[in-house]
């Protein structure tokens, strides 16, 4: 397929190299092993008897993005970009914690993969909207998985979740 340099990108020029330098491309879609996650994670209980939540918005985004291991290559607008790696299993002993962040929400949530520097958990909810979680709280990405990619690979500086 031929595209002019005027046609438009999902991504912006450099999150879409990132995401094509870990083996994305337009149209990918690893069901099978977006499924063989789904059913671990539902499999899952925690010793505390906690359970995962597994919707179609999570399984959509792994098919998707699900085992890329993304880099990114410039400086970061706000903060150092994320090196990413999408694979929920990021997420199976942590059950509890994501059920406790959907109920603050009103939602459920779902592992998406990780900051691999950092160690944030990245999830996703029923919605689609993309969060961090790591040590020093939980942070808003961005409403949909495409914004989440574009401000982790970005450097852009994400919004922190307050509750109460």
Known sequence: ???DRTSTTRFPVPVDAALRAAGWQPGRWDIKQAEIWADTLRDHT???GHRHSVFPAAVEAWAEFGALRVTPTGPGRQIAPA???LDPMHGLHMARTL???GRALDTEVC???AETDSRALLAIDTEGRVYALDHTGDWYLG???DRALTALVTG???QRLTTG
């Open 111 to 113: 592992p998406l993969g």
């Open 46 to 48: 925690s010793p505390g």
């Open 99 to 101: 059920g406790d962040l």
């Open 143 to 145: 409403t949909d998985i």
């Open 1 to 3: 397929m031929h595209t």
């Open 156 to 158: 852009t500086e994400p």
């Open 83 to 85: 090196t990413l790696h």
